[in-house]
């Protein structure tokens, strides 16, 4: 019986992917949103995944294919998915970075560019994927969040999920690649700019990324300095790093 209950729910997820992937506008978004409410629980999730939802999402991040509503709630939907350990291993991750990295490079000056509140789920989902080497290549456009003007609905907290994600990619992936693609992406002023006046969380994160990108001896100086150029305090840059690292990935799991 217990298989017959989850076969019923699985079937009642597939009419949603359905109209996510060919449904009308309308229809597109309203699908949208009740996927992403309905992945609340790993078991859930693991239906949509099951049901062929990821792919159709996906297709709802491109503004060309979509609406910024449904968008939203795909982004969300996406995010909660790559939160699911199982569900995160069966993704296909450079289409998953991919359409992302496309979806947060909008400029935020476009006719029709996401909100501030959906370019920080899409970091945050990013963020889901910082072990995967693709993920180097989203930190350009993750960084451009960073340059987002204060004081809008949803930058600052937008603010923090990119430099989670920034911070999570540099940790958990270990990549000189990743502290490089930040620094050519012009990530040091963003960072400095968030180690000074983000939220707790965000500052914590911002400043123990500069740390890291600060160990390399090239780049040290230039970091100082900007640093230096914010009125901060640039001793945190020597400080021992790794509690507050340890604390931040706990935080990010947990989260």
């Known amino acids: 019986m217990g298989g017959s209950a989850s076969t019923s729910k699985s079937l009642a997820v597939a009419p949603l992917v359905e109209a996510v992937k060919s449904g009308g506008d309308e229809d597109k978004q309203k699908a949208a949103r009740i996927v992403a409410d309905f992945a609340e629980s790993d078991q859930n999730v693991e239906q949509i995944v099951d049901a062929g939802g990821v792919a159709p999402l996906l297709q709802l991040l491109d503004l060309s294919k979509s609406s910024l509503c449904a968008q939203s709630h795909a982004a969300v939907a996406l995010r909660k998915v790559a939160s699911v350990e199982r569900s995160r291993a069966r993704l296909d991750d450079k289409a998953f970075v991919a359409a992302h990295a496309k979806a947060l490079a909008t400029p935020p000056d476009a006719k029709v560019a996401p909100s501030a509140e959906t370019r920080g789920e899409l970091a945050r989902g990013l963020g889901q994927l910082a072990l995967k080497k693709s993920i180097v290549a989203a930190l350009p456009a993750v960084i451009g969040v960073l340059?987002?003007?204060?004081?809008?609905?949803?930058?600052?907290?937008?603010?923090?999920?990119?430099?989670a994600a920034i911070f999570s990619s540099i940790m958990l992936n270990a990549s000189a690649r990743a502290k490089q693609a930040t620094l050519e992406a012009g990530g040091l002023p963003g960072l400095v700019a968030v180690a000074k006046s983000g939220s707790d969380a965000a500052r914590r994160d911002a400043r123990t990324c500069l740390a890291q990108l600060a160990d390399a001896p090239a780049h040290r100086e230039a970091?100082?300095?900007?640093?230096?150029?914010?009125?901060?305090?640039?001793?945190f840059l020597a400080g021992d790093n790794g509690l507050a690292a340890r604390q931040g990935l706990r935080q990010l799991r947990d989260g």
């Open 223 to 235: 970091i100082v300095a900007e640093v230096e150029r914010a009125k901060l305090d640039p001793g």
């Open 147 to 163: 340059a987002l003007p204060d004081g809008e609905q949803g930058v600052a907290l937008a603010k923090q999920h990119a430099v």
